[in-house]
Protein backbone atom coordinates (compact mmCIF):
# COMPACT_ATOMS: atom_id res chain seq x y z
CA UNK A 1 0.00 0.00 0.00
CA UNK A 2 2.90 2.49 1.04
CA UNK A 3 4.67 1.73 -2.49
CA UNK A 4 1.17 2.64 -4.39
CA UNK A 5 1.02 6.04 -2.38
CA UNK A 6 4.71 6.79 -3.32
CA UNK A 7 3.89 5.73 -6.77
CA UNK A 8 1.25 7.78 -7.00
CA UNK A 9 -1.16 4.79 -7.77
CA UNK A 10 -4.66 4.28 -7.05
CA UNK A 11 -5.28 0.89 -5.42
CA UNK A 12 -7.61 -1.41 -7.82
CA UNK A 13 -10.03 -1.93 -5.07
CA UNK A 14 -10.81 2.00 -4.95
CA UNK A 15 -11.21 1.89 -8.48
CA UNK A 16 -13.68 -0.82 -8.55
CA UNK A 17 -15.57 0.30 -5.61
CA UNK A 18 -15.92 3.94 -7.60
CA UNK A 19 -17.28 1.81 -10.58
CA UNK A 20 -19.27 -0.64 -9.11
CA UNK A 21 -19.80 0.52 -5.14
CA UNK A 22 -18.57 -0.77 -2.41
CA UNK A 23 -19.06 -4.33 -1.42
CA UNK A 24 -21.95 -5.82 -0.02
CA UNK A 25 -23.74 -3.25 -2.45
CA UNK A 26 -26.54 -4.92 -5.07
CA UNK A 27 -24.08 -3.61 -7.95
CA UNK A 28 -20.93 -4.74 -6.77
CA UNK A 29 -22.68 -7.91 -5.71
CA UNK A 30 -23.58 -8.46 -9.28
CA UNK A 31 -20.14 -7.44 -10.62
CA UNK A 32 -18.36 -9.86 -8.27
CA UNK A 33 -20.39 -12.86 -9.24
CA UNK A 34 -19.87 -11.92 -13.06
CA UNK A 35 -15.73 -11.65 -12.42
CA UNK A 36 -16.58 -15.04 -10.59
CA UNK A 37 -18.09 -16.54 -13.49
CA UNK A 38 -16.25 -15.61 -16.07
CA UNK A 39 -12.71 -16.97 -13.71
CA UNK A 40 -14.55 -20.23 -13.64
CA UNK A 41 -14.94 -20.12 -17.24
CA UNK A 42 -11.38 -19.28 -17.97
CA UNK A 43 -10.13 -22.17 -15.60
CA UNK A 44 -12.68 -24.87 -17.53
CA UNK A 45 -10.76 -23.63 -20.89
CA UNK A 46 -7.60 -24.10 -19.44
CA UNK A 47 -8.26 -26.89 -18.44
CA UNK A 48 -10.13 -28.37 -21.06
CA UNK A 49 -7.23 -27.48 -23.42
CA UNK A 50 -4.70 -29.14 -21.32
CA UNK A 51 -6.70 -32.49 -21.76
CA UNK A 52 -6.77 -32.03 -25.37
CA UNK A 53 -10.30 -32.46 -25.48
CA UNK A 54 -13.04 -29.79 -27.44
CA UNK A 55 -16.06 -27.99 -26.43
CA UNK A 56 -17.54 -31.21 -28.35
CA UNK A 57 -15.79 -34.24 -26.46
CA UNK A 58 -15.75 -32.80 -22.96
CA UNK A 59 -20.00 -32.37 -23.99
CA UNK A 60 -20.06 -36.33 -25.06
CA UNK A 61 -18.07 -37.23 -21.79
CA UNK A 62 -20.20 -35.44 -19.12
CA UNK A 63 -23.17 -36.01 -21.15
CA UNK A 64 -24.01 -32.96 -22.07
CA UNK A 65 -24.18 -30.32 -25.31
CA UNK A 66 -21.28 -28.50 -26.62
CA UNK A 67 -23.62 -25.19 -26.61
CA UNK A 68 -23.44 -25.45 -22.31
CA UNK A 69 -19.91 -25.76 -22.53
CA UNK A 70 -19.58 -22.76 -24.59
CA UNK A 71 -21.51 -20.77 -22.64
CA UNK A 72 -19.66 -21.84 -19.36
CA UNK A 73 -16.38 -20.85 -20.72
CA UNK A 74 -18.17 -17.59 -22.32
CA UNK A 75 -19.40 -17.07 -18.39
CA UNK A 76 -22.85 -16.68 -19.40
CA UNK A 77 -24.00 -20.31 -17.87
CA UNK A 78 -25.19 -19.95 -14.07
CA UNK A 79 -24.14 -23.61 -13.20
CA UNK A 80 -24.72 -26.02 -9.70
CA UNK A 81 -21.91 -27.13 -7.84
CA UNK A 82 -22.85 -30.20 -9.11
CA UNK A 83 -22.53 -29.41 -12.44
CA UNK A 84 -19.47 -27.66 -12.13
CA UNK A 85 -17.69 -31.13 -10.18
CA UNK A 86 -18.95 -32.85 -12.76
CA UNK A 87 -17.00 -30.78 -16.02
CA UNK A 88 -13.69 -30.78 -14.23
CA UNK A 89 -13.99 -34.64 -12.99
CA UNK A 90 -14.74 -35.11 -16.75
CA UNK A 91 -11.15 -33.34 -17.15
CA UNK A 92 -9.65 -35.49 -14.45
CA UNK A 93 -9.58 -32.93 -12.46
CA UNK A 94 -10.60 -31.96 -8.88
CA UNK A 95 -13.05 -28.81 -7.59
CA UNK A 96 -12.68 -27.99 -3.56
CA UNK A 97 -14.81 -24.86 -2.97
CA UNK A 98 -13.22 -22.75 -0.42
CA UNK A 99 -15.89 -20.08 1.60
CA UNK A 100 -13.59 -17.10 2.80
Known amino acids: MEKTKHMNLTPIEDLIAEDFGAPGTAERNSYDMECDTFIIGEQL????????????????????????????????????????????????????????
Open 45 to 100: KAERAKAGLTQQQLAEKIGTKKSFISRIENGRADIQISTLVKLFNGLGRQVTVRVI
